[in-house]
């Protein structure tokens, strides 16, 4: 017969083997009880519970809820929207952006909105978003802040009066164009040029002509 001792010691030893195994497991991986897992019977895990949470789809600069949102049913996807691409006016482009999506059932502040951004950048603009730190963007006012603060610099901004009086009338036996030609090709530019006085129109269109007849009498 095995004496006491020697049974305590052999039966012992499993749960000691065990317990290396386990903390092995913790020092590789971490300590998986802070995580919610528990330890079963046999040391082993729960394959739902024994699982990292999935990085979700998307820039890591959106909060996990926006990354969870389910779109809205019935839910139509913006098709008239250009993609971003730092040309123009940030918050104009953002306006239309929001107006287009809510036209297909999402909600003002619904997350949804800002979740299809990403679809509808360029890709330069695609890789700034992707590179921003995470979770720094959580409703519609944090992506209006940093995407204005980024492109208000870097879109194209409307002209003034000095790009209107560069506007000349060309003149030469080859390149020359006529007065009707000039005046359509000045009327042009003044309407990408809102805001522009009056006075400063008139001023920029005779200066730029090469009709004297027409100085002469406009004068």
């Known amino acids: 017969m095995v004496p006491t001792q020697e049974r305590l010691v052999d039966n012992r030893e499993p749960r000691d083997a065990r317990r290396d195994i386990n903390e092995h497991r913790r020092r590789k991986h971490g300590n998986t009880e802070e995580r919610g897992y528990s330890a079963h019977r046999g040391g082993r895990y729960n394959s739902d519970e024994d699982r990292m949470a999935p990085?979700?789809?998307?820039?890591?600069?959106?909060?996990?809820?926006?990354h969870s949102t389910?779109?809205?049913?019935?839910?139509?996807?913006?098709?008239?929207?250009?993609?971003?691409?730092?040309?123009?006016?940030?918050?104009l482009w953002l306006a239309d952006f929001q107006l287009a999506c809510q036209l297909g059932s999402a909600r003002r502040d619904d997350r949804a909105i800002i979740w299809q951004l990403p679809l509808f950048l360029s890709d330069t603009a695609r890789r700034w978003l992707e590179e921003?730190?995470?979770?720094?963007?959580?409703?519609?006012?944090?992506?209006?802040?940093?995407?204005?603060?980024?492109?208000?610099?870097?879109?194209?901004?409307?002209?003034?009066?000095?790009?209107?009086?560069?506007c000349k009338q060309k003149s030469g036996e080859k390149s020359g164009e006529?007065?009707?030609?000039?005046?359509r090709r000045f009327s042009k530019q003044h309407m990408e040029l809102p805001h522009i006085p009056d006075h400063d129109v008139?001023?920029?269109?005779?200066?730029?002509?090469?009709c004297k007849d027409l100085v002469r009498e406009l004068g």
Do not use: C, M
């Open 202 to 210: 008139i001023l920029a269109f005779v200066s730029g002509t090469t």
């Open 55 to 66: 990085e979700l789809p998307g820039p890591q600069v959106f909060s996990r809820a926006i």
């Open 178 to 183: 006529s007065l009707r030609e000039y005046a």
């Open 132 to 166: 921003l730190l995470a979770n720094q963007i959580h409703d519609w006012t944090d992506l209006v802040q940093v995407f204005e603060g980024n492109f208000k610099g870097t879109y194209i901004h409307p002209g003034n009066s000095w790009d209107l009086s560069k």
């Open 70 to 91: 389910p779109l809205s049913s019935p839910f139509r996807s913006p098709t008239s929207i250009a993609k971003y691409n730092g040309e123009t006016k940030p918050e």
